[in-house]
């Protein structure tokens, strides 16, 4: 079952415009964060925020914002006023700890939304 | 940029051929994890590294392996390569590596194409 889910395969939007990008997740672990990347045509994964499964709290970093609402097993990102340098493609992903103290810090990803910023 | 460098930047191979992927992780750092990542898709999770020592591993055959080197860095390599193999493979560098909390900082990729 995939643990991360991003059903917006691609999203397009004229520059100024809100655009909010969909993640859910499932998982059975009580501990686990969640992250987002975004991957720019250069193939590189930037890191854009972490929240831990503790933390309900939406957060605002500039024109970006993210809600977390665990009731529904989601973590949406907005942006605000888009740019075309938005453009790229935005990754969800869900990290576990796993039980008897054993732990990995592994990614799962889910299959990215490709994010397109018109002039 | 996250300071984790990869090696080479793109590579051609024939099938059945090896490879070895080079990475240097962020100073400080001392996991490093490796993702697969096919055309159109979310990295897959391939192994990870701490203190020299595999700590996990996705669902990928033994003719993917791995070395991690006293200064953090690793190497990942194929063996027996087939076509399917061709994607993009991402280094990521964390601190820790015993708890999720740690965020993964990645690489650009390197680029391999299996002919």
Known sequence: AQKVTQAQTEISVVEKEDVTLDCVYETRDTTYYLFWYKQPPSGELVFLIRRNSFDEQNEISGRYSWNFQKSTSSFNFTITASQVVDSAVYFCALSERKDRGSTLGRLYFGRGTQLTVWP | ?115
């Open chain 2, 1 to 115: 940029e996250t300071g984790v460098t990869q090696s080479p930047t793109h590579l051609i191979k024939t099938r059945g051929q090896q490879v070895t992927l080079r990475c240097s992780s962020q100073s400080g750092h001392n996991t490093v994890s490796w993702y697969q990542q096919a055309l159109g898709q979310g990295p897959q999770f391939i192994f990870q590294y701490y203190r020299e020592e595999e700590n996990g591993r996705g669902n990928f055959p033994p003719r993917f392996s791995g070395l991690q080197f006293p200064n953090y860095s690793s190497e990942l390599n194929v063996n027996a390569l087939e076509l399917d193999d061709s994607a993009l493979y991402l280094c990521a560098s964390s601190v820790g590596g015993t708890t999720p909390t740690d965020t993964q900082y990645f690489g650009p990729g390197t680029r391999l194409t299996v002919l």
